[in-house]
């Protein structure tokens, strides 16, 4: 079965800490593709990265870093420095490509509330 | 390209009235999507439409319908509204597959009372 844990309800930061938002996955399948997503106050959803099952290199983007590793089914997530703009929901997600059963979802954690305060 | 558009953003219904979310995509993606977001919670698929006259039941189809006569379009029709559908509905695109990034609409807030 196909799961998506963040066991982080929420965290609460002060500005210009680092902050890393947990997930962990569950999946039978060896092809598959991971997500975050990011849900500020005002409610859209905003793409943030996606990554496949075979490639584990980490990935930085600005302040963002993501860390997978296979071997613990974790998909990290940092902000550096964080900001108070960075305050919101984010989502990790799991879309399996189908053996075993194909499903056509993307499975979502149940998020994360990050309040970075100034 | 405005990307996903969804309307109304608001809606209050009462129990055992029907309604249309509208969902318009301007980006020829094949996928589209249905979700709803209850509080503290993630988003659970409702329906979802591998191309215009296809759609199929995702994990929470009770009390839903939906139809996809144009790649544009996916609307999702409410028919007789109850408590347990008060909900933020999201609709999202992808390309081709779920698998590829979804791209999401800004939401539809619905209160049943």
């Known amino acids: 079965a196909q799961k998506v844990t963040q066991a982080q309800t929420e965290i609460s930061v002060v500005e210009k800490e680092d902050v890393t938002l947990d997930c962990v996955y569950e999946t039978r399948d060896t092809t598959y593709y991971l997500f975050w997503y990011k849900q500020p106050p005002s409610g859209e959803l905003v793409f943030l990265i996606r990554r496949n099952s075979f490639d584990e290199q980490n990935e930085i983007s600005g302040r963002y870093s993501w860390n997978f590793q296979k071997s613990t089914s974790s998909f990290n997530f940092t902000i550096t420095a964080s900001q108070v703009v960075d305050s919101a929901v984010y989502f990790c997600?799991?879309?399996?490509?189908?053996?075993?059963?194909?499903?056509?979802?993307?499975?979502f954690g149940t998020g994360t509330l990050l309040a970075v305060q100034p | 390209n405005a990307g996903v558009t969804q309307t109304p953003k608001f809606r209050i219904l009462k129990i055992g009235q029907s309604m249309t979310l509208q969902c318009t995509q301007d980006?020829?993606?094949?996928?589209m999507y249905w979700y709803r977001q209850d509080p503290g919670m993630g988003l659970k698929l409702i329906y979802y439409s591998v191309g215009a006259g296809i759609t199929d039941k995702g994990e929470v189809p009770n009390g839903y319908n939906v139809s996809r006569s144009t790649t544009e379009d996916f609307p999702l029709r409410l028919e007789l509204a109850a408590p347990s559908q008060t909900s933020v509905y999201f609709c999202?695109?992808?390309?081709?597959?779920?698998?590829?990034?979804?791209?999401f609409g800004p939401g539809t807030r619905l209160l049943v009372l």
């Open positions: 980006m020829n993606h094949n996928y």
């Open positions: 999202a695109s992808s390309y081709s597959s779920p698998q590829e990034t979804q791209y």
């Open positions: 997600a799991l879309s399996e490509a189908g053996y075993g059963g194909a499903t056509n979802k993307l499975i």
